[in-house]
């Protein structure tokens, strides 16, 4: 137990339980563990062997701290010569780097940074120096790119890049190929190890530390549905039902079905059906009696071909859960979802991801040179691209099974705030939380940024994170097409925008009591921002019918209604609006729900209604398609509504107003309230509105200029009125 | 003429016509990869025999949609119509016995096509 291979393993293997006995034993005080390891085929003595490959990072992180993960790719199961890691600063994920290595002696490489994503800014190097310690620590000193060297040492974790659970559920009846035997086939390539093979090996091999769940079971035919043949839906509803470790959330953990035939028929063999709600990649399924229960004529084996066949199609569809996509969509960019770094595609790659009959020479082909093994360049993605991109029921399917190269961007001259004002950043329950963003210029020289980058939410990452629970990131309900264009920000200049962030598609991120943490990055052209994490607070319902509306409160509806400033067609929102305007009058959160049922009155609001033409026998009038067509309606705008709705939210207490508001998003109401007062006929009633707002924000200390520029609008519609 | 087919979202037609004397055979045609929301019309010897709106290639199987016809035993004119493309692409197949034929959209909205007289298979 003392030979330690320093060359790597060079095609030896770490058997796949002698990781996990060495990942138990944890770091190592001495000179190291010793794994013994069997050699690649029949008649080979054990190697001993020690990989650097892995992950390192701290088990305990310092509050506030620069922080990060190390992953060193350089031996163990098809090496990529690869180091990758991603640095850390509060709650976002910041910078993700890669770096191809060279060997410069015993446990040291060097290499350039090629790949940076997320907050770049925190990477300005352009080279990695790494020397490491197997099972110990490993040194990364980053250079280059005009910064100062930043060196860091990460401890060692795992020999393992990432960890994944799988759970192999079946339909009563079928056999649920989940290992194969690699020469029982006789068409083989002639240097493949002989071994019995499992898919939690092929996954280990691929990097994972792969845990089956203890849930395995079979699923009653009835479970989801009457027949032997499968619909996506119902297969959803049996994952939610049958998976013992289902959430509706991104996590490291898949669910894997045999069945015996999906609804398409026998021309199916498996999918990752997962493609339903909010949660992609977590659920995949296996159709044992499609085509691939059928051995091609003649074959020579035609049982151990169809096991094959299954066994492949199975590590193939947890694939697609990993987000790889097939070998030859590698480039392909469908609807804006596209590959993470530029791929080729691969057509005659011997991949688990590739089609085995649609290789030249056919499928006798692909079996004769495929050494059950995925292409490097999706081994390259599954241990490095950033995490996010490749776990279940994150990245959406499809999303960065590729990624754009960022460009190297110097430290950040800009500097993020996000703020609330008011005492103790605390919230009343159900009052929505918009945040104040203050963009400043830090540096000695002017800075060009874009006009619209604090109101371009697709330009902004918001992450939510409640105490006790997992990070959130929020996707905005409105993605916005706006001309931007770019405006100088002097020295110490700023600029200000306003987020709400207690909901977005994914639903509500703040309602509960307790003590939130929210942080944002901001993706400019050329860099990242990530600002300071502020915490906010949500207070206990004061009262029981608080928690009654509660109830309706926190739906989809009213998320979007209070997002998008009001409707005139979500009536059930607007109802569950009104109860909270009325039953916590003078409150918060009874503020912006004033606020969203008032405005729609404000203007003449367009509906779009089908259009049922009389004439046709009752039926609807049909376009082209066959679908009705439709008409736009539209609703005068009833000023006295309005205003019985806006005086109560925003001038008849107004300094509890614009707490409740926030003061960019109070200014911009009242501001918008007043011209609609002046465009339907009544200057006076808009002066006196904006006298009320500037010396609201007079007294809340707001800044001068900006209360100047409310003074002299204010002081023109005086005018107008004379 | 007589058709089935399985697509999502497909519009279906069923209609059967003889063809003289020569034995009928049935030619499998699935619409495969690159659809991204296209009108889809599908001609087998001149007469409409698949159409589909908004139809669209499902990425992890790379399969949008597919139909069967009957066919006399012949050279049979296939014509594939993407609207929004304004893509019209014509192509005689042999047809000596059950065939499937796949139809793609490749680089720069190219039809490709392969033949097989075994089905096709997705995973």
């Known amino acids: ?722 | 003429v007589r058709l089935s087919f399985f697509s999502s979202g497909a519009w279906r037609a069923r209609h059967t016509e003889s063809r003289g004397v020569d034995p009928l055979t049935e030619l499998h045609v699935a619409l495969e990869e690159g659809f991204s929301g296209d009108d889809v019309v599908v001609r087998v010897a001149g007469e409409e025999a698949f159409k589909a709106k908004a139809l669209r290639t499902r990425l992890q199987t790379g399969f949008a949609g597919a139909f069967t016809v009957d066919v006399a035993e012949d050279d049979v004119e296939i014509t594939v119509e993407v609207a929004k493309r304004r893509l019209r692409y014509s192509q005689k197949v042999t047809v000596d016995g059950p065939t499937w034929l796949g139809i793609s959209l490749g680089d720069g909205g190219a039809v490709e096509t392969r033949i097989s007289p075994e089905p096709f298979g997705y995973v």
């Open chain 1, 1 to 722: 137990m003392a030979m330690i291979d320093e060359r790597g393993l060079d095609g030896h293997t770490i058997d796949d339980l002698d990781i996990e006995a060495f990942e138990a034993a944890g770091p190592f005080p001495g000179p190291g563990p010793v794994i013994p390891v069997p050699g690649p085929g029949n008649g080979f003595p054990p190697v001993q062997v020690i990989p650097f490959s892995g992950l390192y990072k701290p088990q305990l992180i310092k509050p506030g701290a620069l922080t990060g993960e190390l992953r060193i790719d350089v031996d163990g199961h098809f090496p990529q010569m690869t180091a990758s890691g991603n640095l850390r600063s509060g709650l976002i994920s910041a910078g993700h780097w890669i770096a191809k290595l060279t060997a410069t002696g015993p446990g040291a490489w060097t290499g350039g940074i090629y790949f940076k994503n997320g907050s770049t800014g925190l990477i300005p190097h352009t080279k990695v120096t790494i020397t490491a310690v197997k099972a110990k620590h490993a040194t990364v000193t980053f250079s280059g790119g005009g910064a100062v060297d930043r060196v860091m040492t990460f401890p060692w974790a795992s020999t393992a890049f990432h960890d994944v659970g799988l759970e192999f559920d079946s339909v009563a009846g079928t056999s649920a190929v989940t290992t194969v035997d690699t020469g029982d086939h006789p068409n083989h390539p002639g240097g493949l190890a002989d071994e019995v093979l499992s898919i939690e090996t092929v996954y280990r091999r691929a990097g994972f530390k792969v845990t089956k769940s203890a849930g395995d079971s079979v699923v009653p035919i009835a479970g989801a549905g009457v027949g032997a043949r499968w619909s996506d839906m119902e297969m959803h509803d049996a994952m939610q039902s049958h998976w013992s470790q289902f959430a509706n959330k991104a996590q490291w953990s898949m669910w894997t079905l045999f069945a015996s035939l999906h609804e398409q028929g026998t021309s199916l063999g498996g999918i990752m059906f997962d493609d339903i709600g909010p949660h992609h990649r977590q659920g995949t399924a296996i159709f044992e009696d499609a085509f691939i229960a059928n051995a091609p004529a003649g074959d020579l084996n035609p049982v151990a071909w169809v096991r094959r066949m299954r066994f492949w199609t199975a590590v193939h569809e947890i694939g697609h859960a990993f987000n790889l996509a097939h070998s030859w969509q590698k480039a392909l960019v469908d609807n804006g979802h596209g590959p993470w770094i530029n791929l080729a595609n691969e057509p005659e790659a011997r991949s688990f991801m590739n089609y085995p009959y649609n290789v030249a020479g056919g499928q006798s082909a692909f079996f004769a040179n495929f050494g059950f093994r995925f292409s490097d360049n999706e081994l390259l993605f599954l241990r490095h691209a950033p995490g996010r991109f490749v776990q279940q029921g994150n990245a959406i399917w499809f999303d960065h099974h590729g990624f754009e190269q960022a460009a190297v961007s110097p430290e950040p001259a800009l500097q993020l705030e996000l703020r609330v004002h008011r005492p103790g950043n605390a919230f009343a329950f159900l009052e929505p939380v918009d945040v104040e963003l203050k963009l400043t210029n830090v540096s000695d020289e002017p800075v060009l940024v874009p006009s619209t980058c604090l109101t371009d939410t697709d330009g902004m990452t918001i992450v939510v994170k409640r105490q006790r629970d997992d990070a959130r990131q929020q996707r905005s309900f409105a993605h916005l097409c706006l001309k931007s264009i770019k405006v100088v920000l002097a020295p110490g200049q700023s600029m200000y925008g306003s987020v709400p962030v207690s909901a977005g598609l994914d639903g509500w991120n703040i309602d509960e009591p307790g003590r939130y943490l929210v942080q944002m990055a901001l993706h400019l052209d050329d860099e990242d921002l990530v600002s300071n994490p502020m915490t906010l607070t949500v207070e206990p319902p004061m009262a029981r019918a608080e928690e009654k509306l509660a109830q309706d409160f926190f739906s989809d509806d009213v998320a979007r209604v209070l997002t998008f400033g009001g409707t005139q067609v979500l009536t059930a929102a607007n109802d569950v609006l009104e109860e909270v305007a009325v039953k916590l009058a003078g409150r918060a959160p009874a503020r912006h729900a004033q606020v969203a049922l008032g405005r729609p009155y404000t203007i003449d609001y367009k509906l779009i209604v089908p259009d049922f033409s009389e004439g046709l026998s009752g039926a609807a009038a049909e376009g082209i398609d066959g679908a009705p067509t439709a008409r736009i309606e539209v609703q005068a705008a009833d000023p006295a509504r309005a205003k019985a709705y806006l005086d109560r939210a925003l001038l008849e207490e107004p300094e509890a107003a614009a707490e409740a508001l926030g003061h960019i998003r109070y200014k911009e109401e009242v501001d918008r309230f007043a011209d609609t007062q002046a465009e339907q006929g009544d200057p006076g009633a808009a002066a006196d509105t904006l006298a009320t707002l500037q010396q609201t924000l007079e007294v809340r200390n707001v800044k001068p200029s900006v209360v100047a520029e409310v003074a002299a609008k204010q002081a023109a519609y005086a005018r107008a009125l004379r």
